[in-house]
């Protein structure tokens, strides 16, 4: 392909892309295929000569498609929203088109320093302690991951590493495999799987501290584990505390774990992944309240701030204890600019070398939007949230089982897990609308996440109609 045709190719794509976003109601939201569908609609091999760009083209409908699960359809309600959005999907070409690998400044200046910049326009938006920032020469600072997952664990290797250096200086004959086997780490029992991932890769105990009635994590039952796992010799030396969790979008209670943290000298991160994004709006930033304790901080633009995946926003306090983990200064990599200060080589605050340049994202959709859209665009799906609420409280045989706060409900049939695990296999059965499911205790528990950036009140109205149908069926079924 040469430069006209790519010309002439990426208009066709781009109407391709915009046909698809625009249409996208109009397909089945979740795809009607069984394991392995795709294998025999393709050949066993890569082909020897060129295919033409129309036979492709032609194959996305034929191939693809039909086993697509379509995140954006304002239908789509399941997981936590992926986010979405044509400034952000533009810069992506763009990012494609430079196409460095940005491991170092030297590698790619602008992308270095667009990113520290970006993720301090981000923290200002969050009103993030300044010691989370870069600018004015401060010890903080910003980085893009690829995932809250790898956040986690970055902070969690960080952790483990200050930890087993600070005991070393005091006592050296320590060994790191005597400190490694007493080390433990803290989370909520709410916590996202990928904590607990996150402990058995750093290879340290991670121990779930039990939620209280509003699935959050408080001092006392934190500051219990403590003294228990002390008193048998353990080493407390990392919390997660959860703003937002996955399974009810709770928020564990950081103005008190905080402090806890602080007083027993262990690394607080704090992981916003979902619920992050709402903090740019005022009438949520107190949810944030309590970040001043953490020593790093987590959240998702690409899942609720239109910047398309992957872009996952971590800020330090001390870029050093990251540095520190992870700096290793092959010949072939370094620079003469690497130790002025000035500036910061990302390769050294991440598990991967290589990286996109994905401020590019962020810069498109912070200008093109503003400040003023996104708060908008956030406020609109937790004003759906509590419409959907709304109906399903109008309704008798229906319970909401934990307080909505944000985008996302979580409401159930009365009666039976039996019957509420039926009326999700009909739902996701019939594919008008897709839904998953958690566990809040013993209970099986629907979820109603408010997702598509083209999701309106018709939608919800839609989709609540379709749920009370089913759930009639679902009860006329049992009572035979």
Known sequence: MNTSEFRRRGKEMVDYVANYMEGIEGRQVYPDVEPGYLRPLIPDSAPQEPDTFEDIINDIEKIIMPGVTHWHSPYFFAYFPTASSYPAMLADMLCGAIGCIGFSWAASPA?????????????????LPKAFLTEKAGEGGGVIQGSASEATLVALLAARTKVIHRLQAASPELTQAAIMEKLVAYSSDQAHSSVERAGLIGGVKLKAIPSDGNFAMRASA??????????????????????????????????????????????????????????????????????????????????????????????????SDLTGAFRLDPTYLKHSHQDSGLITDYRHWQIPLGRRFRSLKMWFVFRMYGVKGLQAYIRKHVQLSHEFESLVLQDPRFEICAKVTLGLVC??????????????QRINSARKIHLVPCHLRDKFVLRFAICSRTVESAHVQRAWEHIKELAADVLRAEKE
């Open 111 to 127: 992308c270095t320093e667009l990113e520290t910049v970006m993720m301090d326009w981000l923290g200002k938006m969050l009103e």
């Open 222 to 319: 934190l500051q219990e584990a403590l003294e228990r796992d002390r008193a048998a010799g353990l080493i407390p030396f990392f919390v997660v505390a959860t703003l937002g969790t996955t399974t009810c979008c709770s928020f564990d209670n950081l103005l008190e774990v905080g402090p806890i943290c602080n007083k027993e000298d262990m690394w607080l991160h704090v992981d916003a992944a979902y619920a992050g994004s709402a903090f740019i709006c005022p009438e949520f930033r107190h949810l944030l309240n309590g970040v001043e304790f953490a020593d790093s901080f987590n959240f998702n633009p690409h899942k609720w701030l239109l910047v398309n995946f992957d872009c996952s926003a971590m800020w330090v306090k001390k870029r």
């Open 411 to 424: 409401f159930r049939l009365k009666g039976s897990n039996k019957v509420n695990e039926a009326l999700l």
